[in-house]
């Protein structure tokens, strides 16, 4: 299947929910390692194996940094996982992404 016709297929509202809930995802399955370059100083690290376009775009927006065989999880984006957290737990009729 042809990379435009999936893309096309996915809304808006729909792509919006694949980025939370990746952050989402990332930022809990998360690590904390030592820099290596600044010690002393902490890193939030997380697996980069999620749809690279989403990741691309989180990157971006300054949530993440990606490298290549993991990703680092800047403030921001540790904040914004939080709100999100809260926000999905709070809405209990969430539309479940479910093609027919």
């Known amino acids: 299947m ?10 808006n509202k729909e792509l919006t929910q694949i980025e939370e809930l990746t ?12 820099h290596k370059v600044a010690p002393g100083v902490k890193k939030i690290k ?14 971006i927006e300054g949530y993440i940094r ?8 800047h403030s ?3 904040t ?3 709100e999100l957290i809260e926000k999905w737990r709070e809405n209990k ?6 093609r027919p």
């Not at 042809?2 to 809304?11: A, G, L, Q, R």
């Not at 952050?23 to 030592?34: A, D, G, H, K, N």
């Not at 997380?46 to 990157?59: A, G, P, V």
């Open 46 to 59: 997380t697996w980069n194996k999620y749809i690279y376009d989403t990741m691309h775009k989180l990157e």
């Open 2 to 11: 042809n990379k435009e016709k999936v893309t096309s297929k996915v809304t």
């Open 80 to 82: 914004k996982a939080k």
């Open 66 to 73: 990606m490298y290549p065989k993991s990703s680092m999880i």
């Open 23 to 34: 952050l989402i995802l990332m930022y809990l399955t998360s690590w904390t390692e030592e």
């Open 76 to 78: 921001l984006g540790i």
């Open 93 to 98: 009729t969430v539309e479940v992404l479910v």
